[in-house]
């Protein structure tokens, strides 16, 4: 069965900064990774997914994830953030059928 | 464009009520799946559907039943409510089953058992 780990339950980061958002991944064949963002009171919301090719994959509000094979992970970043990205992530991973999420890391972006 | 629609957004129970939360969406997705999302524990698959007729269970789907009678609607029914069932429910659809398909979510819905 596939499954992820966000192995930060929160990230804090300064106005500007890069930031970095962690996921690893268990899966047995090729994986179909997403990041998802979901804002207070609302439903998640797609950044971006990697199914293949380069490992590098931009989405969203300038938000992009690496894609490592031997690490077998799936880290999303941003080279400068800001305090509107301030929200919940989801890194999850989809087999044939269902979806399966992490357990969620908090982005905390301060001015 | 609307993409899937939940209802209701709050809903408070009392233990032992039954109740069906409402999922539509208009992008013609043939997948349709209900999640809970409980805090620390991300989001948990309850039930799933492939198409109009096709129904599977997912990873908590104990005191909830689904149907899937047409594309568009995929209700999820709480058969005896319990204080466990509290949580928030999203509901999510896909073109299709093939992994390289992401998900639209609804908005969610927001429910308290007492």
């Known amino acids: 069965a596939q499954s992820v780990a966000q192995p930060e339950d929160q990230v804090n980061v300064a106005e500007g900064n890069p930031l970095t958002v962690k996921c690893t991944y268990s899966v047995s064949g090729n994986p179909y990774l997403f990041w998802y963002v979901q804002y207070p009171n609302r439903g998640l919301q797609f950044l971006l997914k990697y199914i293949t090719g380069d490992n590098l994959v931009k989405g969203s509000y300038g938000f992009e994830a690496e894609f490592n094979k031997s690490q077998t992970s799936f880290h999303l970043k941003k080279p400068s953030a800001l305090v509107s990205d301030s929200a919940l992530y989801f890194c999850?991973?989809?087999?044939?059928?269902?979806?399966?999420f992490g357990a969620g890391t908090r982005l905390t972006v301060k001015p | 464009n609307a993409g899937v629609t939940q209802t209701p957004k709050f809903q408070v129970l009392k233990t032992g009520q039954s109740m069906t939360l409402q999922c539509a969406q208009d992008m013609n997705h043939e997948y349709m799946s209900w999640y809970r999302q409980d805090p620390g524990m991300g989001l948990r698959l309850i039930h799933y559907s492939v198409g109009a007729g096709i129904t599977d269970q997912g990873e908590v789907p104990n005191g909830y039943n689904v149907s899937r009678s047409t594309t568009e609607d995929f209700p999820l029914r709480l058969l005896s409510a319990a204080p466990s069932q509290t949580s928030v429910y999203f509901c999510?659809?896909?073109?299709?089953?093939?992994?390289?398909?992401?998900?639209?979510f609804g908005s969610g819905t927001r429910l308290t058992v007492v």
């Open positions: 999510a659809s896909s073109y299709s089953d093939s992994p390289g398909y992401g998900y639209t």
């Open positions: 999850a991973v989809r087999a044939r059928g269902d979806m399966r």
